[in-house]
C-alpha cells in the first residue's frame, strides 16, 4: 500500500458546487497533515493545514480521521479559480530528528462555468 | 514570508549538454533542501534531499551521477543534470525546510527544462 493515496480525478464540477476529496495515509506514526495546491507548471503552494479538530479557511474545511487514517478537504461555492491539483501531505518525525514529508500524487479538480 | 529563489525559470539546451539550477534561501538558512521533477500531467517526484554540508540522500532509481547535487552553504543548493537527453526534459523545482524537523516547505518556482 502507498504511504499516501490521492484519487487522481479529475473532478469535474460546475461553478457554485461543493466538492470534497480525501487522501489516506498508511502510517500511522504520521504527525502532520497538510493540503497544498498546485497549478499547472507553478510549485505546489501551502494551502492549509490540517488539525483533528477540524480547521476552516473560508470556502475551505479540512478534517482529520486519525482512527481511519484519512484527511479530507471540502471545497464549497466552488470558484474557477478553484481549478488546480490539490496535493496531500503527510510527514512524520524519525528516530534521527528529521522529518519525512510525502507527497500524494494529487486531486485534479475543474470547476467550469 | 519565507522565499526561495530558483534560477533559471526555462532552459532549452541541446542534448548531451550540462544544465544547472539553483536554489537559494533568501531569507533564512535552509538546513535541508529537496529537489523534485515533475512530468506533464504526473505528480512530483522527490529525487534527492540534501542537508548542508553533507552528501545528497537520492531516492531509488534517480541517477547520482547524472544529478549532481551540491549543497555547500545554508542558502544554496545546486542540481547539475550532466549530460542532458530529451528523457530528461522536465520542470524541476526545489524546496527547502529550514530546520531539521521543521515540516513547513518552502518551494522555488519550477526550471522547465527542454532538452531538443
Known amino acids: 500500500r502507498k504511504e499516501v493515496e490521492q484519487d487522481p480525478g479529475p473532478f469535474n464540477v460546475p461553478e457554485g458546487a461543493t466538492v470534497a476529496f480525501n487522501c489516506t495515509y498508511s502510517n500511522s506514526a504520521s504527525q502532520s497533515f497538510f493540503w497544498y495546491r498546485q497549478d499547472c507548471r507553478k510549485e505546489p503552494k501551502l494551502l492549509m493545514s490540517?488539525?483533528?479538530s477540524g480547521n476552516e479557511d473560508g470556502r475551505f474545511t479540512a478534517q482529520l480521521n486519525r482512527a481511519s487514517q484519512y484527511i479530507s478537504l471540502l471545497i464549497r461555492d466552488s470558484k474557477l479559480s478553484d481549478s488546480a491539483t490539490y496535493l496531500c501531505?503527510?510527514?512524520?518525525?524519525?528516530?534521527?530528528?528529521?522529518?519525512?514529508?510525502?507527497f500524494g500524487k494529487g486531486t485534479m479538480l475543474l470547476v467550469s462555468p | 514570508g519565507a522565499v526561495v529563489s530558483q534560477h533559471p525559470s526555462r532552459v532549452i539546451c541541446k542534448s548531451g549538454t550540462s544544465v544547472k539550477i539553483e536554489c537559494r534561501s533568501l531569507?533564512?538558512?535552509?538546513?535541508?533542501m529537496f529537489w523534485y521533477r515533475q512530468f506533464p500531467k504526473q505528480s512530483l517526484m522527490l529525487m534527492a534531499t540534501?542537508?548542508?554540508?553533507?552528501?545528497?540522500?537520492?531516492e531509488q532509481g534517480v541517477e547520482k551521477d547524472k544529478f549532481l547535487i551540491n549543497h555547500a552553504s545554508l542558502t544554496l543548493s545546486t542540481l547539475t543534470v550532466t549530460s542532458a537527453h530529451p528523457e530528461d526534459s522536465s520542470f524541476y523545482i526545489c524546496?527547502?525546510?529550514?530546520?531539521?524537523?521543521?515540516?513547513?516547505?518552502?518551494f522555488g518556482s519550477g526550471t522547465q527544462l527542454s532538452v531538443l
Open positions: 524546496s527547502a525546510r529550514q530546520g531539521l524537523a521543521n515540516e513547513k516547505l518552502f
Open positions: 501531505v503527510v510527514t512524520r518525525i524519525l528516530n534521527s530528528g528529521y522529518s519525512t514529508l510525502t
Open positions: 490540517v488539525y483533528s
Open positions: 540534501s542537508n548542508e554540508g553533507s552528501k545528497a540522500t537520492y
Open positions: 531569507d533564512f538558512q535552509a538546513t535541508t
